[in-house]
């Protein structure tokens, strides 16, 4: 290679760096919304669908309308919904603006379910998707009986009798992501899923946090499926399941989707156990599950009913925040919520979570006592 060549090769490649180095200081000389100058201040702000740190100027940092799927300031090019909700542009670009396309993404998300899933149940045909704004999403919640119905905001099941006929309403957000949109589909779709497919007595067993685990669960495999990495890490990022996600993935990763569905139909447990995840296998006997060819025989136990006082059946920990499960519920510390006590529920709210304890607060009352990790026996 001769001298001059060399030189030149040289030359564009130092053009090439300090092409680069330029648009880095103009990045970071000017507002990352806006394209203007700092003047005197910067300001920090967090993408909270990429989880960028960018720098804005202080008119951005005050801007009054802020996008509802990022959070960052929603200038030119943002689109204002009738709710009052406001997307930024880049945000508009991949959200479903359009009722119809919304419902048939849906319908879709229904058949996809159907043929990832078809060689272990089926799922609901008899449903009715509405897409609806924030602020009627909102209003559902506030129906008397509607707080104990699923509480992802994005989406809304209901079961409705008409006419003797059996439908499942399914509201959906409007204005979400695709991808987001399919998730949420395929969430609200699992409680259609619940609803038909599991006993009223077992539903009402199960555990809030363990419906909505599994829900997520086929959203998360959905998007697997359709190679969407982006909502699965959204996925695992909401702790509203209160870790049954986590141990739903392990599970179905440990033992197959089949044995998910068996013990959503009959299982003992009220909530899957992240100090044995083997009792996923430990079913009712009054409902067995018949003998699969080469497969282990799941072992049936008879239904425990109800503790006659309050007991810290497990402890587990999720991402290092400590989770307690007490008689048939799961609390973080800080929590209130209710549990079963023979015939009757307690209302108790979690003070604190050591090792091999609990500490808990009996509501109405300034009432606390310890509970002890109890290690119950195997039948």
Known sequence: MSIVRHAYIVLAFALILASEASRAYDALDHCAICGGDFASTVYTVTDKLTGEKLQVCYTCAMWPDVCFQCGLPARAGSIALSDTRILCARDAKTAVLDDDDAVQICNDVR????????????????????????????????????????????????????????????????????????????????????????????????????????????AYLLMSAQHETFEQKQILENHYTRGQIELF??????????????????????????????????????????????????????????????????????????????????????????????????TIRCVSIATNSARVQIIPGDAEQELPLKNRKRK
């Not at 799941?298 to 503790?307: D, F, H, M, S």
Request: charged share 25%.
């Open 249 to 346: 993935i392990a599970a179905e990763k440990r033992f197959g989707f089949n044995d998910i569905l068996d013990w959503m139909k009959s299982g003992v447990d009220p909530l899957l156990r992240a100090d044995d995840l083997s009792r996923i296998r430990y079913l009712a006997a009054a409902n067995p599950v018949p003998q699969r060819t080469n497969e282990p025989v799941a072992q049936t136990i008879e239904v425990a009913p109800p503790p006659d006082t309050l007991m810290l059946t497990s402890i587990s920990w999720i991402n290092n925040q400590p989770f307690a499960v007490i008689n048939d519920r799961t609390f973080a510390v800080g929590e209130s919520g209710k549990v079963r006590i023979s015939t009757s529920n307690l």
């Open 111 to 218: 058949d996809a379910l159907d043929r990832q899933f078809s060689r272990f149940t089926s799922f609901p045909t008899n449903v009715d998707v509405e897409v609806v704004d924030r602020v009627n999403l909102v209003a559902m919640f506030k129906e008397p009986g509607n707080d104990l119905e699923c509480p992802n905001i994005l989406g809304y099941f209901q079961p409705r009798t008409n006419d003797n006929v059996a439908r499942n309403n399914l509201s959906v957000l409007s204005a979400l992501r695709r991808s987001q949109l399919k998730a949420v589909c395929a969430h609200e779709l699992g409680h259609c899923w619940v609803h038909d497919n599991v006993s009223a007595s077992r539903r009402k067993a199960l555990g809030n946090s363990a419906e909505e685990g599994f829900c997520e669960l086929l």
